[in-house]
């Protein structure tokens, strides 16, 4: 509901631009209908080689707050996000809010950017992208974001309880 199509232009009240679909559904879930928030990646792009638009890089530059993932995952849009960063807007990471696991393959190594399979680490993203939007995104209700992100961390740590219990049932 809240994601745009790429050709959308910008709206004249609070914006978040979000790199990634599964970022911009939990910025979605913070902000509800207070903020436009525009999600450039859709549902199965592929966030290693995801490349936009002159227009959404000037969107982007436009913005109140950009939300990437960061930790390697969006190849593509990098330069995009520095851009947006150069011209003054915020930005946040969700990948400087988490415990970075480290991954090796015959191939390659790194951190690993998936920290969404995790609840207890998406609810670290919940609470950085809840400080960062009520400290750079103007005219959200605090209160309403509180209750929005008090909620969200419920829903996740419930999650968590689950799949522990499930985890633990296998061994």
Not at 13 to 37: S, W
Request: charged share 25%; aromatic share 4%.
């Amino acid at each position: 509901a809240g994601a745009l199509a790429s050709c959308a232009p910008a709206s004249d009240g609070p914006r978040i631009v979000v790199t990634t679909n599964i970022l911009g559904d939990v910025v979605d879930t913070l902000v509800g209908d207070q903020v436009e928030v525009a999600t450039l990646m859709q549902p199965n792009a592929d966030p290693h080689s995801f490349e936009i638009s002159a227009r959404q890089a000037a969107d982007m530059e436009a913005a109140d707050l950009v939300v990437a993932n960061g930790l390697g995952l969006e190849e593509g849009l990098e330069q995009h996000v520095e851009a947006a960063a150069d011209a003054g807007v915020a930005t946040t990471f969700a990948g400087d809010a988490v415990d970075v696991l480290e991954y090796a393959t015959e191939d390659a190594s790194g951190p690993d950017p998936h920290w969404w399979t995790d609840p207890t680490q998406t609810i670290a993203v919940v609470d950085a992208l809840e400080e960062a939007i009520g400290e750079h995104v103007a005219g959200v209700d605090a209160d309403g974001l509180a209750n929005a992100a008090d909620a969200y961390r419920s829903e996740l740590e419930a999650l968590d309880t689950d799949l522990a219990e499930r985890f633990d049932a296998l061994g």
